[in-house]
């Protein structure tokens, strides 16, 4: 079975342009998450679907950031326009069936490799 | 606010010998605790949790980690290391009821000495 995986791995784009990140995850899990980490600091969640719905973006940082997640399947991560600030690592992660913390439960979430943005 | 810190950036050990990566965390309640590691060019790897019972967990790969609620601590432990640990190392708390949000530590890297 295929793992979460994120396209492209790696990307180098000027200030001001757009870049689009994707994020496929495990097949019938309907948790996905969006994690970021900039260099040197800590991984930071960013936002949480449930199926296609938004369960929670306190994390994104602006409004240049916008994530989407159609039909409930992949999502994208747009940033536009991008700033110097943006570069980092953005990981994904899906879980089956509710939140990896609930008690009890044996969802785990998995990440995938993340995708390395550059931003010049 | 809840807060994970890990005191060490960098630790090198050499192979064969114990490792301890301490993690310590700010949370007002018993918070649900995890472990992940990242080895190079791959994902996060779950290595343990702790979300209640008995406060030492055993993980994958034969590491365990040891939750004190009086320090705060969830410290991961391995009694021998190998080469393939070097990696980077990842404590992170799961506040209740705030779905799935991880909040992650700024992470430890691992280097194993022949």
């Known amino acids: 079975e295929a793992g979460v995986t994120q396209f492209p791995s790696h990307s180098v784009i000027e200030k001001g342009q757009t870049v689009t990140l994707r994020c496929d995850p495990i097949s019938g899990h309907d948790n996905l998450y969006w994690y970021r980490r900039v260099m040197g600091k800590e991984i930071k969640f960013l936002l949480h679907f449930v199926k296609e719905s938004k369960q929670d973006e306190s994390g994104m940082p602006n409004n240049r950031f916008l994530a989407e997640r159609t039909g409930g399947t992949y999502s994208t991560l747009k940033v536009q326009p991008a700033e110097l600030e943006d570069s980092g690592v953005y990981f994904c992660?899906?879980?089956?069936?509710?939140?990896?913390?609930?008690?009890?439960?044996?969802?785990?979430?998995?990440f995938g490799q993340g995708t390395r943005l550059t931003v010049v | 606010a809840q807060s994970v810190t890990q005191p060490d950036i960098h630790i090198t050990v050499s192979e064969g010998a114990s490792l301890e990566l301490r993690c310590n965390y700010s949370?007002?309640?018993?918070?649900?605790l995890f472990w992940y590691v990242q080895s190079p060019g791959q994902g996060l790897q779950l290595l343990l949790k702790?979300?209640?019972?008995?406060?030492l967990v055993q993980g994958i790969k034969g590491f365990e980690a040891e939750f004190k609620r009086s320090q705060s601590s969830f410290n991961l432990r391995k009694p021998s290391v190998h080469w393939s640990d070097a990696a980077e190392y990842f404590c992170a708390v799961a506040p209740y009821n705030q779905g799935g949000k991880l909040i992650f530590g700024q992470g430890t890297e691992l280097s194993v000495k022949p």
């Open positions: 949370y007002g309640a018993t918070p649900y």
């Open positions: 702790y979300f209640s019972g008995d406060t």
């Open positions: 992660a899906s879980s089956l069936t509710g939140p990896p913390n609930k008690q009890g439960s044996n969802t785990e979430a998995f």
